[in-house]
């Protein structure tokens, strides 16, 4: 990445939806080449485009995070818990837990039901379970061009 990839990155990370011509504006090239160089961002998988939708607006009101130890079989309980529709994030750990999970309700009985389902998969040994009350900050496009 070079000084005009990185400023394209910042621009699209303010506002995802800025055009391609403002775009090509700002950093002094062509609609084309402004293009080229969006779609092999893209393509290096540099940048994502996607929509964020709350997710209270699907009735998930309830939110956890989850960490769970495992028996040698970590990879496969990571496989399995990602196969959860309701499993948001899911990595593995280096610290008290093998994974860490954020996980999305629509209140605590589906997350009790969801944590006896993740409890249920081999290779689980144990979970701790920590509700989040409140988002203080939370960034989903940190800035990582320099």
């Given amino acids: ?33 402004t293009r080229q160089r969006l779609n092999r961002l893209i393509a290096e998988r540099i940048v994502a485009v996607g929509t964020m939708t709350h997710p209270g607006t699907h009735g998930l009101h309830r939110s956890a995070m989850v960490g769970i130890r495992c028996d040698s079989r970590t990879r ?7 196969k959860l529709d309701e499993a948001y994030y899911v990595v593995t750990g280096m610290g008290a837990y093998d994974l860490i999970v954020e996980v999305m309700a629509r209140d605590d009985a589906h ?12 290779g689980v040994l144990s979970t701790d379970v920590t509700l989040i009350a409140e988002t203080t900050k939370w960034v989903y496009a940190p800035d990582f061009t320099g």
């Fill in 1 to 33: 990445m070079d000084e005009t990839d990185r400023t394209l990155v910042r621009i699209l990370q303010a506002d995802g939806r800025t055009p391609v011509a403002e775009l090509a504006r700002t950093v002094g090239l062509s609609h084309a080449a």
């Fill in 111 to 122: 997350l009790l039901d969801l944590i006896a389902s993740i409890r249920s998969i081999t």
């Fill in 76 to 82: 496969s309980v990571a496989e399995s818990v990602s």
